[in-house]
């Protein structure tokens, strides 16, 4: 297990979000991303709560909805990571997953991709 402060973790999530290609970042909308130590009853190195974009009508169909919501399990990823490049490897990946889920996108095709 490799632990880092949280303000460094969330540093490091900032830092994967602003990594993904601005074609695709311009395109999320309406999600909060948010650091928790572990979920509960099961070890989740992220969640996507939210409608995925999808799945949403019209812009005014969608008015005054509260952000969709990706948590990120700290102590999770920690537990499964021996340097602080791993860490970041991870919430990176755990990221993009999560995000994906935002765009519509299946764990099973996560799968194929490479990136459950």
């Given at each position: 297990?490799?632990?880092?402060s949280n303000?460094?973790?969330?540093?490091?999530?900032?830092?994967?979000?602003?990594?993904?290609?601005?074609?695709?970042?311009?395109?999320?909308?309406?999600?909060?991303?948010?650091?928790?130590?572990?979920?509960?009853?099961?070890?989740?190195?992220?969640?996507?709560?939210?409608?995925?974009?999808?799945?949403?009508?019209?812009?005014?169909?969608?008015?005054?909805?509260?952000p969709d919501?990706?948590?990120?399990?700290?102590?999770?990823?920690?537990?499964?990571?021996?340097?602080?490049?791993?860490?970041?490897?991870?919430?990176?990946?755990?990221?993009?997953?999560?995000?994906?889920?935002?765009?519509?996108?299946?764990?099973?095709?996560?799968?194929?991709?490479?990136?459950?």
């Open positions: 297990m490799f632990q880092v303000e460094r973790f969330e540093e490091l999530a900032a830092n994967a979000v602003a990594s993904l290609p601005k074609e695709l970042s311009v395109e999320i909308d309406n999600v909060a991303i948010v650091v928790e130590d572990e979920a509960p009853g099961r070890p989740l190195f992220g969640l996507y709560q939210g409608i995925p974009l999808t799945k949403r009508g019209g812009r005014t169909s969608y008015a005054g909805v509260l919501r990706i948590t990120l399990y700290q102590t999770t990823i920690c537990r499964y990571c021996n340097s602080e490049d791993e860490v970041t490897a991870q919430i990176r990946k755990t990221v993009i997953h999560e995000i994906a889920h935002h765009f519509g996108i299946s764990d099973p095709r996560l799968e194929e991709l490479g990136w459950a």
